[in-house]
C-alpha cells in the first residue's frame, strides 16, 4: 500500500515560515501528481498547491501564490511546501496528497492516498 508521511508542522508566529515534508512509499508506480491540501475547523478541505511528479508542473490556490512553494525530490520520493509569510488564516491541518490520473489538481476526489496530515498554527 502506498503510504504518505507528513512532518514539519508546528507553530510559528505571524509573518514567519515554516518547510512541510511528505515522504511517500510503498508505491509500484511513481504517482503523477503529488498535492497539499488543508482543512481548518469548520471549514472544507481546500487544496493549497500541487505538483506533477514527471516534471516542473505546479499549481497553487490564488490564497497562497507568491507566499507558498512546492517542490519535490524523486530521489527521495518527498515533495516539499514551503510556506513563508505565513498568516493566521493559514492555521489549518495540512494533508500530502498522491494520484496517478489527476485532470482538476484541486479536487480532493482526484487523488487515491492521503497522509494522516501535520498542524500547522499561526498566531
Known amino acids: 500500500d502506498v503510504q504518505l508521511v507528513e512532518s514539519g508542522g508546528g507553530w510559528v508566529q505571524s509573518g514567519g515560515s515554516l518547510r512541510l515534508s511528505c515522504a511517500a512509499s510503498g508505491y509500484t508506480f511513481r504517482p503523477h501528481n503529488m498535492a497539499w491540501f488543508r482543512q481548518a475547523p469548520g471549514k472544507e478541505r481546500e487544496a493549497v498547491a500541487s505538483i506533477y511528479t514527471g516534471g516542473d508542473g505546479t499549481c497553487y490556490a490564488d490564497s497562497v501564490k507568491g507566499r507558498f512553494t512546492i517542490s519535490r525530490d524523486n530521489a527521495k520520493n518527498t515533495v516539499y511546501l514551503q510556506m513563508n509569510s505565513l498568516k493566521s488564516e493559514d492555521t489549518a491541518l495540512y494533508y500530502c496528497?498522491?494520484?496517478?490520473?489527476?485532470?482538476?489538481?484541486?479536487?480532493?476526489?482526484?487523488?487515491?492516498?492521503w497522509g494522516q496530515g501535520t498542524q500547522v498554527t499561526v498566531s
Open positions: 496528497a498522491a494520484g496517478t490520473y489527476v485532470q482538476y489538481w484541486y479536487g480532493p476526489s482526484e487523488y487515491s492516498y
